[in-house]
């Protein structure tokens, strides 16, 4: 069984930044894309960034040029990288590879 956890998450004002980290652990499954996912209260679970094994980053329009996706294949980590935050960036971010998912980390972003 494969474990991920999301740390990382806060309360941070409008602009201001945060990185989100998640860390896998459990058994040595070796993960194809990875990506991150946020919900915001009373919608959908939405994609917000993918990253391929080898490097290649996909963002949501809303969120390229601000956020910065990446990961560790050896320490199996992937982090986000949040800047110039809004608070239409609030929600829970969930971590995700193959059929797994984290528990999630709340952002909020006060305006």
């Known amino acids: 069984q494969v474990q991920l956890v999301e740390s990382g998450g806060g309360l941070v004002q409008t602009g201001g930044s945060l990185r989100l980290s998640c860390a896998a652990s459990?058994?040595?499954?070796?993960?194809?894309?990875m990506g991150w996912y946020r919900q915001a209260p009373g919608k959908q679970r939405d994609l917000v960034a993918t990253?391929?094994?080898?490097?290649?980053?996909h963002y949501e329009d809303s969120v390229a040029g601000r956020f910065t996706i990446s990961r560790d294949n050896i320490k199996r980590t992937l982090d986000l990288e949040m800047r110039d935050l809004k608070p239409e960036d609030t929600g829970v971010y969930y971590c995700?590879?193959?059929?797994?998912w984290g528990q999630g980390t709340q952002v909020t972003v006060s305006s």
């Open positions: 995700h590879g193959a059929t797994f």
């Open positions: 990253i391929s094994r080898g490097g290649d980053a």
């Open positions: 459990g058994s040595p499954f070796r993960f194809g894309v």
